[in-house]
């Protein structure tokens, strides 16, 4: 997802039996129902992985504006440009709302960035991929945006407040990037037989990197098992994929589309469609920085985080002088 | 929370929304100060309508309860059912009061 592979404490679950009172104390909260709000005790596993977690993404947020950054000057009419201006700036806007949830915290913006601009700290594989045609815009709307909608609709109700609240707001806006996508889609896959074909290229690109966001299946996974506990994830991986697939493979049918996979068979049996796993040598592949684009990536984040550097210190120097102004006037 | 020299401050953002209701705490944003603290929440917390007034304070400034005080700040009002009006039996003959 846009958060994949976080690891949490990797000992597997305590019981409540094996818990300290104050630790037993905020896992019945949970399991209650309750939220746990930025003051409220927590286990230092449970913050240190959301952290992880709700950082990771925010970094998502802010990279995803790159790939369809890249069409803003090329789109194909006014009113085009005008929506995929404002989808982007919704992008940046989640990663604000979430960069706040994960400073509640403790930790703050700037260590974030740097991390992330070092390297440390990781963003969803999906944004590693090139943007090659304006179909790529419809295909990550419907697809990429689709994708996390699957995931973060679930994580509204996530234990962690601050979080939880984001989601929320983030949902809303979610809804629209996703049916501007599928509006593009369909205009291009009912367009000429040159457009169909872009819409057709496009999602034989996107669909397996897709796929390949929510993770490896973590059905084994004891990292996984502790952030159920912790209502920091709400489904497993396979589950949410199964989701994904059912829903966006009638989708694409209606475009007129075909999903790139000769397996992919609606089963009567189990009431959901049969479909083949991507490469996940591929997948960890990326997240080693070897996709088509993690040097491009890295390299925009950090040329804009140096060039705006004037700015920050700037803007800073003259509230400073403002203020220290103002003091001397009273 | 340490806070760098060059890191913006932190404040809080306080909408009002369109139906004459209170301001309403959104989210948190960085700004160099309160004038850009303010433009900056018109674009990320009102790009939508959301609102017909901002207020912008600085996250130091906000004193809050903390938790642990809980019991000590809510518990007196838990044995004072009498303030709710539910307390009273008027019988249906008196009518809507």
Same mark, same amino acid.
């Given at each position: 997802?846009?958060?994949?592979?976080?690891?949490?404490?990797?000992?597997?679950?305590?019981?409540?039996?094996?818990?300290?009172?104050?630790?037993?104390?905020?896992?019945?909260?949970?399991?209650?129902?309750?939220?746990?709000?930025?003051?409220?005790?927590?286990?230092?596993?449970?913050?240190?992985?959301?952290?992880?977690?709700?950082?990771?993404?925010?970094?998502?947020?802010?990279?995803?504006?790159?790939?369809?950054?890249?069409?803003?000057? #090329?789109?194909?009419?006014?009113?085009?440009?005008?929506?995929?201006?404002?989808?982007?700036?919704?992008?940046?806007?989640?990663?604000?709302?979430?960069? /706040?949830?994960?400073?509640?915290?403790?930790?703050? #913006?700037?260590?974030?960035?740097?991390?992330?601009?070092? +390297?440390? %700290?990781?963003?969803?594989?999906?944004?590693?991929?090139?943007?090659?045609?304006?179909?790529?815009?419809?295909?990550?709307? $419907?697809?990429?945006?689709?994708?996390?909608?699957?995931?973060?609709?679930?994580?509204?109700?996530?234990?962690?407040?601050?979080?939880?609240?984001?989601?929320?707001?983030? /949902?809303?806006?979610?809804?629209?990037?996703?049916?501007?996508?599928?509006?593009?889609?369909?205009?291009?896959?009912?367009?000429?037989?040159?457009?169909?074909?872009?819409?057709?290229?496009?999602?034989?690109?996107?669909?397996?990197?897709?796929?390949?966001?929510?993770?490896?299946?973590?059905?084994?996974?004891?990292?996984?098992?502790?952030?159920?506990? $912790?209502?920091?994830?709400?489904?497993?991986?396979?589950?949410? #994929?199964?989701?994904?697939?059912?829903?966006?493979?009638?989708?694409?049918?209606?475009?007129?589309?075909?999903?790139?996979?000769?397996?992919?068979?609606?089963?009567?049996?189990?009431?959901?469609?049969?479909?083949?796993?991507?490469?996940?040598?591929?997948?960890?592949?990326?997240?080693?920085?070897?996709?088509? /684009?993690?040097?491009?990536?890295?390299?925009?984040?950090?040329?804009?985080?140096?060039? +705006?550097?004037?700015?920050?210190?700037?803007?800073?120097?003259?509230?400073?002088?403002?203020?220290?102004?103002? %003091?001397?006037?009273? | 929370?340490?806070?760098?020299?060059?890191?913006?401050?932190?404040?809080?953002?306080?909408? #009002?929304?369109?139906?004459?209701?209170?301001?309403?705490?959104?989210?948190?944003?960085?700004?160099?100060?309160?004038?850009?603290?303010?433009?900056?929440?018109?674009?990320?917390?009102?790009?939508?309508?959301?609102?017909?007034?901002?207020?912008?304070?600085?996250?130091?400034?906000?004193?809050?309860?903390?938790?642990?005080?809980?019991?000590?700040?809510?518990?007196?009002?838990?044995?004072?059912?009498?303030?709710?009006?539910?307390?009273?039996?008027?019988?249906?003959?008196?009518?809507?009061?």
């Amino acid at each position: 997802m846009y958060a994949q592979m976080i690891k949490s404490t990797g000992q597997g679950v305590k019981s409540l039996d094996e818990m300290e009172p104050e630790e037993r104390a905020f896992q019945e909260r949970i399991n209650a129902g309750g939220k746990i709000e930025p003051k409220d005790w927590m286990p230092e596993g449970y913050r240190k992985n959301l952290i992880r977690q709700i950082g990771q993404h925010a970094h998502s947020e802010i990279v995803g504006q790159l790939p369809e950054g890249n069409w803003i000057t #090329r789109a194909p009419t006014l009113e085009r440009k005008a929506i995929l201006l404002a989808k982007v700036q919704d992008e940046a806007g989640h990663g604000l709302y979430l960069y /706040c949830a994960a400073e509640t915290l403790g930790v703050t #913006r700037d260590q974030m960035t740097r991390d992330l601009l070092s +390297g440390k %700290m990781k963003y969803s594989s999906i944004f590693n991929y090139p943007t090659l045609t304006w179909a790529d815009m419809g295909a990550v709307g $419907w697809l990429v945006d689709g994708a996390a909608i699957m995931n973060q609709v679930p994580l509204q109700r996530t234990s962690y407040g601050p979080y939880a609240r984001a989601m929320v707001r983030i /949902c809303k806006e979610e809804s629209f990037h996703q049916r501007q996508g599928f509006d593009i889609m369909m205009k291009m896959a009912n367009g000429t037989p040159a457009q169909h074909k872009m819409a057709q290229d496009a999602l034989n690109r996107f669909w397996y990197p897709s796929l390949m966001m929510f993770g490896p299946s973590d059905a084994e996974s004891v990292h996984s098992a502790q952030s159920m506990a $912790w209502k920091i994830k709400m489904n497993s991986n396979d589950e949410l #994929r199964q989701k994904f697939v059912d829903l966006t493979a009638p989708q694409a049918e209606y475009l007129g589309l075909t999903i790139p996979d000769d397996k992919l068979k609606f089963n009567e049996e189990t009431g959901h469609y049969d479909f083949s796993e991507p490469d996940w040598d591929e997948f960890f592949d990326v997240l080693r920085g070897n996709g088509p /684009c993690n040097t491009e990536r890295l390299a925009a984040r950090n040329k804009a985080w140096e060039d +705006g550097r004037w700015v920050r210190e700037g803007l800073l120097a003259h509230a400073e002088k403002k203020r220290s102004a103002k %003091m001397a006037a009273e | 929370m340490t806070t760098s020299k060059t890191e913006w401050p932190l404040w809080e953002i306080f909408i #009002r929304g369109q139906h004459g209701l209170s301001h309403r705490h959104v989210g948190s944003l960085h700004a160099a100060d309160a004038e850009m603290a303010i433009k900056n929440a018109r674009d990320v917390y009102t790009r939508r309508n959301e609102g017909v007034s901002i207020w912008a304070v600085e996250a130091i400034n906000i004193a809050a309860s903390s938790p642990e005080e809980k019991g000590q700040l809510y518990e007196p009002s838990n044995d004072k059912v009498y303030r709710h009006p539910t307390f009273f039996d008027i019988p249906d003959e008196v009518g809507a009061m």
